[in-house]
């Protein structure tokens, strides 16, 4: 499986040198910035692009006390539209106790003023590989879930049987067929689920 690609770091922050010097310092370690100089501004996007090309790939890095949205009712918006990408906040340190209640809503992590570019930098890049591996886990996902529908119901029913351990002549006997067809199912199970044994079957059910 090819390695999956990394997202965009989407950054927010009100203050024009810092939201500058921050999407300066993620460019020159190789990583893709959107910045945007409000909350509204992210959202704005998001409502315009996501119609036509799905929720963002990426994190979001949002400075805490912006104007005329804060950092912390940002997440609350990202929250009620269903994103799920890590989120870090940079903070001071009187905002921690907001931010402490963030995390406790999903939030990845926060950086605390002031912060080590190496350290914010490696942290982001921590982020997005958690992001990359949840596309991909949701990618699979997706492949399984198509799998799964390809199967007639005859095959469902046999394909439940045998995950359970089943053997072909109790399969049969249940589902008053000859054994013989309970073996052209299930070889047709394991063709369109691509697997190999009943502990895969039962693996790929479960969805681990």
């Known amino acids: 499986m090819a390695e999956p690609r990394m997202g965009t770091v989407h ?40 119609p036509r090309s799905g929720p ?17 009712r940002l997440h609350d918006e990202l929250l009620a539209r269903r994103l799920k990408n890590p989120v870090l906040f ?8 907001m931010v402490v209640e963030a995390l406790k809503k999903g939030a990845f992590d926060f950086l605390e003023k002031p912060y080590s570019d190496n350290a914010l930098a490696d942290r ?3 982020a997005l ?8 886990e ?16 005859r095959e469902r029913e046999v394909m439940t049987r045998v995950a359970a351990g089943k ?21 047709r199970v394991f063709a369109k689920l691509g697997v190999r044994s009943a502990a895969e079957v039962a693996t790929l059910i479960a969805g681990r």
């Open 167 to 187: 053997l072909n002549k109790i399969i049969a006997d249940e589902l008053h067929v000859s054994v013989r067809t309970v073996e052209v199912h299930r070889a």
């Open 90 to 97: 940079l903070t001071g340190h009187g905002d921690i106790p």
């Open 11 to 50: 950054l927010v922050d009100d203050d024009p040198g810092v939201r500058d010097a921050l999407a300066f310092l993620m460019r020159s370690r190789g990583l893709d910035v959107r910045a945007f100089a409000s909350g509204p501004a992210l959202l704005d996007m998001l409502d315009v692009e996501g």
């Open 138 to 153: 949701g990618a699979q996902a997706a492949e399984r879930a198509a799998r799964l529908a390809s199967l007639t119901d």
């Open 129 to 136: 590989a958690v992001d990359a591996a949840m596309q991909a």
């Open 56 to 72: 963002p790939r990426g994190v979001f890095l949002l400075d805490v006390r912006m104007e005329p949205m804060s950092g912390t």
């Open 124 to 126: 982001i890049a921590q």
